[in-house]
């Protein structure tokens, strides 16, 4: 589960969602938005979010684990920076004439982009494992995002399990079917008509959920408890995160040019 450990009571556990969701916002918007190469300026997003997670009491195993689920694609694109960024070589392989090189502003782009997506995800992760989904959910509305979105979200985080627990049954009975054995083509073919077919059910339990739901009267309004008023806390760890993210891209801009 995403939110896991969301039901803890620690000092950021108990901040308002839509304090939490403008704070992550913000942060997100200085890291991206600081000059390509200064690591120095993500530093302090670093002991930031440091802080943070060890406030929130949240395992680092479980963050490492989180982390390593989203990262492959991304890891993916930045090995591919040291090779196609034109600058200084700094290994070339064979050592005379062409083949692959790799230059030194490839590797401090790599390693950039890398900090930016480790600082992005880090924060995203904090947020989920100390807000409960249903919280975020009423903190969205409460920032005025689009009612549908904040809808769409909470029909994806309630049947995503459905369909991931109806997708291990299929592979399970695909398993039974043929142990995992025959020809690499077959097997290929066995594990795409369970894609089709898990697509088809899915589809069909859309309609049926959404029948269910039109006829209850459902007009797209997710009734839900009405969220308390935010505190004064949650005003000030807002404003100050907020207000440290502007001054980390004013400084920026304004000192380093």
Partial sequence: MLDHFANRSTPVH?????????????????????TRGRFLLLAP????????????????????RRLAVVSP????????????????VVWRWPATGGGLVV???GLLRAGDLLARFVLCSWASLLL????????????LARLHVPRVFVTQLA??????????????????????????????????RSRAGVVGVLFLRSWDRAERIYRAMAARG????????????????????????????????????????
């Fill in 218 to 257: 459902f007009d797209g309004t997710l009734h839900t408890p009405r969220p308390g008023r935010l505190r004064p806390v949650d005003w000030v760890f807002g404003a100050a995160v907020t207000a440290a993210a502007v001054a980390l891209v004013l400084g920026d801009r304004f000192l380093y040019g």
């Fill in 73 to 88: 694609l991304a890891l993916a694109v930045v090995a591919l920076f040291p090779f196609l960024e034109p600058g200084e």
């Fill in 128 to 139: 989920l494992a100390t807000t409960q989904f249903q919280d975020l959910l009423q903190g």
């Fill in 45 to 64: 997003v670093a002991m930031g979010l440091a802080a943070y997670h060890a406030i929130s009491r949240t395992p680092l195993r479980y963050a490492v």
């Fill in 14 to 34: 108990r901040l308002g969602a839509a304090a939490k969701t403008v704070s992550l916002v913000a942060v997100i918007l200085a890291t991206v938005l600081v």
């Fill in 103 to 105: 230059t030194r502003e």
């Fill in 155 to 188: 029909i994806l985080y309630r049947y995503l399990w459905v369909v991931i627990d109806e997708a291990m049954r299929m592979r399970m009975a695909r398993i039974a079917r043929d142990g995992g054995l025959g020809p690499r083509s077959l097997r290929f």
